[in-house]
């Protein structure tokens, strides 16, 4: 205990009342940067802001002098260099020596000692080194600890400039291939195009070929004989600029540019009033530009029938956002009973259940309704006759002529003949006239074209059947 003593002694040593404010004060002064800051033996400053159980070595390790060598790993005496960022790097794994035998405790598949058959990373062998003898070098590993903080962080390290070389050569490979093929898709849309255009040119000289025929035959017809020549000029340019108005799946798209060949959305039709000008009134429903949404309706003094755009919310009112509603509501309920039911990430599931879930609902109150008829009785007073029959009026709004006439409501009804209709004769299943053949009228039921005759049924459809099959084979 003598030398700790002593060291202890060297490093905290008692001071006088006097001494220690003396201390105390200079520290503060070194605080507020009016006195010059403490300086260790190399000449480096001390920052007067360090806490003092990092200032002060420990009793172990002091020398009695002031510094923070006590913080380095050299003052321990490592002072070996760490690799950095710019430092060669060194494999980390070597070979050694190959066994030529196997050896108990090895690696069954390669034949190493180092792991185990579970762990090891070469090739699955059909025969593994337990039974071929054919050993794999043992691996040596070494622990790397002299690398400093950048170099243990340094994601390109070991890494082959070389190999980037064939990643440029396989993009250029993959960039020549969707060229070529983009090339091979262009070439052939123009040729179909120039096989339209082709073929419409064609079908044009034989319309004029047919129309100056038909002058040879008939002066008289030369009147229209221009105007008509112009009209199907007109018609084809038309017909060739709506083909071009069209991509390939046939959709009809509004502007293209052919130097980059990208289809321009239009955002509007152009005959079509902007939502900010249906009302002028300042009062009126917003209309925020950034997204050139309205979501209130302009209008909401007319009536919705009447109305042709009633805000964006109407939207969301109508169609099947209410079922898409419920079934969302369907899947939270589902969630917190316990159910894993998650609608964007399985819609189909989600809709199967939804279904299951309103099935069951459907036939428990069917269920219910039937077992309280049953104890209760009252089938009788369910079977109702409508409303128009009972009270003779509705609610259906229906305009009448003033000669009686139906201008708005229910749909006429269809006038009827005042010959027979849907009339079966001679135990026929068809009526006359349902067959026609040859020119012929006749019963569909057994093919038979003379009137008032009897059914013959499906021996007749077979020889009307075996009849035309003769005719072809003659023909």
Known sequence: LGPRKKMASSNNYRQSRE????????????????APPEVDEEGNMINPHIPQYMSQ??????????????????????????????TKFEARVKKGHRAKKFRKG????????????KDCLERPRRRGARFTGKCAADEVYREDNTKDYDAKRDR?????TSK????????????????????KELDEKMKRKALRKQEKRKAREERRAAKKKKREENPDFDSDSDSDSDSDSDSDEEEDSAEDMKDDEGAVIQKRDARTRTTVRNLRIREDTAKYLLNLNTKSAHYDPKTRSMRANPHPEKDPSELTYAGD??????????????????????NEDGEEVHLNAAPSQAELQYQAEQKRRME????????????????????????ELLLAQSENYVEYSEDGKVIKGHEPAIPKSKYAEDVKENNHTAVWGSYWKDGKWGYACCCLTVRNSYCTGSAGQAIANSSAKRKRIQA
């Open 156 to 160: 390109w390290k070991n890494y082959d």
């Open 164 to 183: 980037y070389k064939d990643i440029i050569e396989f993009h250029n490979k993959v960039e020549g291939a969707r060229r070529k093929a983009k090339a």
């Open 364 to 387: 428990a109150a069917n269920r219910h309704r039937a077992s309280v008829l049953d104890k209760y009785g009252g089938t009788k007073h369910l079977k109702v006759p409508a409303k």
């Open 313 to 334: 919310n109407f939207v969301r009112g109508s169609g099947e956002v209410k079922a898409v509603g419920a079934l969302q509501l369907f899947a939270f309920a589902k």
């Open 19 to 34: 001494d220690f404010k003396k201390q105390k004060e200079l520290e503060e002064l070194r605080k507020l940067a009016v």
């Open 57 to 86: 070595a420990p009793w172990y390790v002091t020398d009695g002098k002031v510094g923070l060598k006590h913080q380095k790993m050299s003052h321990f005496g490592k002072t070996k260099e760490k690799m950095g960022l710019n």
């Open 106 to 117: 090895a690696c069954n598949n390669c034949g190493a000692m180092t792991h185990k058959t």
